[in-house]
């Protein structure tokens, strides 16, 4: 799944399209119509989602980047699926997570179900179910509570 995609040529209008949507979404106050302006872009995007204003998905590569139902990502974080080295990897969030303001999700990293990401975290490996991660870079934590779920 964390294979690296080689960057391909990619069409100027349509990355260009996708910087402009992005932008709106990002400043949007509705969240509903940032949900919607994403989904434009090509992020795929799953039910009850809420997305903090001033967050950034990334905008050059939006089709790599999966959020499930039931996930809250806080204004401010940042989903970049590529880096300076040109590789360019996915990025799964999986139902029911929480990603905290401000932090960071960095290229090829899934977090799974149930997860909590604390705020102001750097994430560069993938989180597993069920924990909470925190820290820069984020670390394990703890196991998520069953009563908190």
Known sequence: ???PIARKHQNVIRVFKNKIICLIARYCISNSLRIFLYRFAGVKIGKNVFIGIETFLDDQFPHLIKI???VVISFRAILVVHDMKKVVRPIIIRKN???GCSSIILPGIIVGENSFVAAGSVVTK????DTVVAGVPAK??????KSIR
């Open 1 to 3: 799944m964390n294979k």
């Open 140 to 145: 394990f934590l703890k196991k998520m509570d």
């Open 97 to 99: 997570s929480y990603i």
């Open 68 to 70: 499930e139902d039931n």
């Open 126 to 129: 993938d989180v597993l179910s």
